[in-house]
């Protein structure tokens, strides 16, 4: 009988390598030292000698040998399936393997990213002060939550009282003008200058914040101080004080700045290679350490035409719903944009793919003792699950614990440990 030199010295390493796996993983003895040395026997009730099954037959796995996982490996390819037989049908159970079909969910991918928070600036204000002059009254304080038109603090001045008392006294020509004229005494012209001179002094009061009707009230009250009222342009919450009373400010001073924190931006740090599938619209998932359980939910507003010259992230914003007001300004978040949805997609646990040579390999059950290695395309991961595009079928029992033991098989060949031939 001739022996092959070359697989007899494959199989004194295939020897070597199941008792280094032994020591190493008790657990896998049993698996690992009674594969490919095996003779040839009736493992399934047939002769699987090469010379019953043709020269394509691996006799120790009784498999054909084009498609034996251990004896062949290297011939795993998308759209091809290789086979791992195990010693025994107790094998998979003395080692733990276990599998499920695969359910179906919802499920979607997106990009991963940090984001921080910061105001929405299309609900931030500052209220100044119009004219120079006199704090006489402050009426809000950090944290107080303004509706819209309501005062925050108020201002007295020679400039603020002058605006009123001309728009009074134009009021008041304007109306005997009227009268004259109704009467046949005076000319059109004088009427239409009184009117002329009138409009320009209520859109000067108008300027600083005055209404007709706050100008016709003072002038039914000509002994009461004229006040500037700086009121709220919308509701929100005080965020901001410089406002003291009694003293005196100057034109165009900053004092309080109003935030409506009912929605909060996410400035996005998004890497170079995902801006091609960020778009404006797409939905944006976020959590914070400091919420933890909470997740907020809002959508992509701005993506920047631009990338950072020394990190290469882009920025890009999105606008996230705050009712509660647990989001604050400055907190760093992680953010997720979702790029795709699948309301019915394939899912396994993420422990049933292994990565084989760069590929996503799935293990189907075949026999108690029998298990296909396919190439799969997997799709979203999320939640300890992943999504199977394609190379699995709906029903299939999937290896889902210990698949890595029949990966380990499958790449046994490549240290040596392939099937020897007599």
Not at 15 to 40: D, E, M
Not at 255 to 282: C, H, I, K, Y
């Amino acid at each position: 009988m001739k022996i092959n030199v070359g697989c007899a010295i494959a199989h004194h390493l295939k020897i070597k390598r199941r008792i280094w796996c032994a020591i190493a993983h008790p657990t896998l003895a049993v698996l690992l030292l009674a594969g490919c040395g095996k003779k040839p026997d009736t493992h399934d009730g047939h002769d699987h000698s090469g010379h019953a099954h043709g020269e394509d037959w691996c006799a120790s796995h009784g498999v054909p040998e084009s498609k034996c996982g251990i004896c062949n490996p290297g011939a795993l390819q998308t759209g091809t399936t290789l086979q791992v037989r195990l010693p025994a049908t107790n094998s998979a159970a003395l080692v733990g393997i276990a599998t499920a079909t695969p359910t179906t969910g919802a499920v979607s991918d997106g990009i991963e990213c940090y984001a921080e928070l910061t105001f929405n600036q299309n609900k931030l204000a500052q209220l100044t002060a119009p004219v120079s002059g006199i704090l006489r009254e402050v009426t809000a304080d950090l944290g107080d939550v303004l509706t819209e038109g309501q005062p925050a603090a108020r201002i007295w001045s020679a400039q603020i009282a002058e605006t009123v008392a001309r728009a009074v006294l134009t009021h008041q020509t304007l109306e005997r003008e009227r009268k004259l004229r109704a009467g046949g005494i005076t000319a059109g012209k004088d009427l239409q200058e009184a009117e002329a001179a009138h409009r320009a002094a209520c859109q000067q009061a108008r300027t600083l914040g005055f209404s007709e009707e706050d100008i016709d009230a003072m002038g039914a009250n000509p002994d009461e101080p004229v006040l500037l009222e700086v009121r709220a342009p919308f509701a929100g919450e005080i965020i901001e004080r410089n406002a003291v009373r009694g003293a005196l400010v100057e034109a165009g001073k900053p004092l309080f700045t109003l935030a409506d924190r009912t929605t909060m931006w996410a400035m996005l740090n998004l890497p170079e290679s995902a801006l091609a599938r960020v778009q404006v619209g797409q939905p944006v998932e976020l959590t914070v350490d400091s919420l933890p359980g909470q997740a907020f939910t809002g959508a992509v507003t701005w993506v920047s035409a631009e990338v950072d010259e020394r990190t290469r992230l882009a920025r890009a914003r999105a606008e996230i719903p705050n009712p509660t007001g647990g989001l604050r300004a400055r907190m760093f978040a992680r953010a997720r944009i979702v790029t795709r949805q699948a309301a019915a997609a394939m899912l396994l646990p993420a422990t049933a793919v292994q990565t084989v040579d760069g590929r996503s390999v799935l293990f189907v059950r075949a026999a108690a003792d029998l298990y296909e290695a396919r190439v799969v395309t997997v799709g979203a991961k999320r939640n300890g699950h992943v999504e199977v595009l394609t190379g699995v079928k709906d029903g299939e029992p999937v290896v889902v614990e210990q698949a890595f033991t029949l990966k380990s098989q499958l790449l046994l060949s490549r240290l040596g440990a392939g099937c020897a031939h007599e």
